[in-house]
């Protein structure tokens, strides 16, 4: 693994940098043809690559709304704009009913030329390798909410091994299933019962959670096994632990849960981990975290020993890696590092294991950065064409 910086004297002039289409440029250690790459659902930007330089877009919105897709077409139509611009390959997320992904197959057929789909954890990881110049194979940790995965299910917690263009699943967090699908995503009571079922102690959800209208409707959709998607996220697995603690039943917005249980565990301060709070194999596993959460207690301390109990299971299932493949590069992307508690302790933790972290520096660590990571992708692909 190499890590380029490039030469000071990039031409910008190109792209009107003035323009509010523009936020961020990102040089680049090498040159192909130009790509361009339109992002995920939420947090959109596109992403233009000429020369050595890539140009992140504004931020688009979440393409659930009229005005966001809008404004992803006037970003793209400002691109192509661009005097001596001529993409000649277009990246996509892999999910088929994005707004990005239909209008990026639509581009290419319109310009004749072709269009890839790129894996969402894929491209957080890339995007931070295309900020640091990386070049090489490194070990990628994606972390957030959720993203298609090239199995067709949702994924959200990915330890990979990836190298430029190309990308091998090596583990993921245990999966929960989802009691409503993207439901649970916005109430974290649903994974808190998930969690309960899973642990042999669905018959507690309906007291539990009697506040809530759908508890009993949520505990037989998980004794059907109804409507419960499986999810390998480590954003859920932060909604079942706010929700377990009853902090967040239901989230106000996205991340809610998540930012609350930070908080928490920031006002308490450190604890140590908690011994065999996970399993390793296959799948990391922190089920027997979880258990304790249930049971309840000082909720700032549990919110401490929740995050204390992530970092020492991250920590070995990395290092676990880096001794197998004989890589001393972890590279973290995905929405969940935007937690400071988490990256910081995480990265201390791994440097004591002599494995380097890479992180966002420029751009967002969450979905707004994946247009670069597409992008960067792209450029591998059509280096390997040239």
Known sequence: MKIYSPSAEVDVTTFNLQNSNIS????????????LALGGWFKNTACAVQGNMAYVSRLNG?????DACLALEEVVEHFCAIPDFNPQLIVHDLHPDFYSTRLALEFAER??????????HHAHVASVCAEHGVIGPVIGLGLDGVGLGSDGGAWGGELLKVDGGDFERLGHLHELRLPGGDRAAHEPWRMAASVLDDLGRG?????????????????????????????SSMGRLFDAAAGL???CPVQSFEGEAAIMLQALAERHGDVDAMPAGYRLGDTLDFRPLLAVLVDGGDVGYLASLFHATLVSGLTEWVAGVAESYNMRTLVCGGGC???????CRLSESLAARDIKVLTA??????????????????MYHLQGND
């Open 245 to 247: 603690l009853g902090i």
């Open 361 to 378: 520096r420029q751009l967002s660590p969450g979905d707004s950065g994946l247009s670069l990571g597409q992008a960067w992708i792209g």
């Open 62 to 66: 979440d393409l659930d709304q009229a």
């Open 24 to 35: 961020q440029t990102i040089p680049l250690p090498f040159s192909v043809s130009d790509v």
């Open 111 to 120: 310009k004749k030329i072709p269009a890839i789909g790129v894996q969402h």
């Open 337 to 343: 590092f935007l937690n400071r508690l988490l990256l």
């Open 203 to 231: 018959d507690e959800v309906a007291d539990r959670f009697s506040a809530q209208p759908a508890a009993t409707t949520v505990v037989s959709m998980l004794q059907r096994d109804l409507n419960c998607p499986p999810t």
